[in-house]
């Protein structure tokens, strides 16, 4: 089901559609051309919202739009809630951008998404976007551009930066996904590795990572597995983080051998990836390939 990231025309509803938040993005992504079909809200006086209807559940609203994707704007308490109400209805994909979403139910919604065939990107996500077609969250206009990159992160702000300075020199995205920095997540770098190898107008694949975890570790296993004869380029932020002070991301854990940046480091460069520790050095690398100048 995860092919479902690559089509630019399906159609989408915002759970939380009523609440600040929700419209506001709303009109952002009806603006930037993103297929918003409906809106689900709690509130029985509402009908419309900035010219979309607006619907009790997602089951009235999948019925009455054929809506195949969900962006959640609802609170971290009621994510569990929502994204099973979404799969249960029949949506495929679920972009869920709350931050702080407890491990018990961002486990529990893993196993519920798993269940129903659905692809769950997030908690803790900026979104998804294919550029000048499509975008679910809330990425920054400004770092996004058509183009031939692949590009995966954990860390939002790390990429908007990256994107932009990349956008600067001409080189865009084909599929931008925002994995979050959470411990529990609905999808990982490794589970984009085959979407991203066959995806012909891909031509190279940007990773932007960071210390803890196991995520980078378990992408070059995906890479090595897939034998990718695309460039892999890698940020992996944190290289000077001082041992044993909590920071950053909830995932951002070392265990043992693993997740530290020398781990990572040494498993990604094995499995053919350029690996960097700044985003200048970063966005040189990927300027440098001729193969990744838009045709």
């Known amino acids: 089901m995860i092919d479902c990231l690559l089509e630019a025309e399906i159609p989408a509803l915002i759970q939380g559609a009523s609440g600040r938040t929700g419209r506001q ?8 051309g993103t297929r918003i079909v409906g809106g689900v809200s709690a509130r029985a006086e509402l009908r ?7 619907f009790a559940n997602c089951r009235e609203a ?6 195949r994707a969900s962006v959640l704007m609802v609170p971290a308490l009621s994510v569990l809630a929502a994204l099973t109400e979404a799969v249960e209805a029949g949506i495929e994909l679920v972009v ?6 407890p491990v018990h139910d961002a486990m529990k919604a893993l196993g519920i998404a798993r269940a129903h065939g659905a692809t769950w990107i997030g908690a803790s996500t900026p979104g998804i976007a294919i550029p000048g077609r499509l975008k679910l969250g809330f990425l920054p206009d400004v770092a996004l551009a058509p183009g031939s990159l692949g590009m995966m992160s954990k860390s939002g702000t ?20 925002g994995v979050g920095g959470d411990l529990v997540k609905g999808t990982r770098f490794a589970d984009l590795v085959p979407l991203f190898a066959r ?13 803890g975890g196991t995520e980078e570790e378990e992408l070059a296993e995906a890479l090595a597995a897939n034998r990718i004869a695309k460039p892999v380029f890698a940020l ?7 041992e044993g002070v909590m920071m950053g991301h909830a995932g951002a854990m ?13 498993a990604l460069e094995a499995a053919g990836a350029q690996v960097y520790t700044t985003m200048d050095d970063l966005v040189r690398g990927i300027a440098s390939d001729p193969n990744l100048l838009e045709q």
């Open 96 to 101: 869920t951008v709350t931050e702080g979403v």
């Open 199 to 211: 995806h012909a107008p891909t031509r190279g694949i940007v990773v932007i990572g960071e210390i």
């Open 62 to 67: 999948v019925a009455a739009t054929g809506a």
């Open 48 to 54: 419309e919202i900035e010219g979309v209807p607006v």
């Open 236 to 242: 992996l932020a944190g290289s000077h983080a001082p």
């Open 254 to 266: 070392i265990y043992g051998n693993r997740g530290s940046f020398a781990s990572k480091r040494a």
């Open 158 to 177: 790390l990429s908007y930066e990256v994107g932009h300075r990349l956008v600067q020199r001409g080189l865009g995205q084909t599929l931008w996904v």
């Open 25 to 32: 993005h709303l009109r952002l992504m009806q603006r930037y």
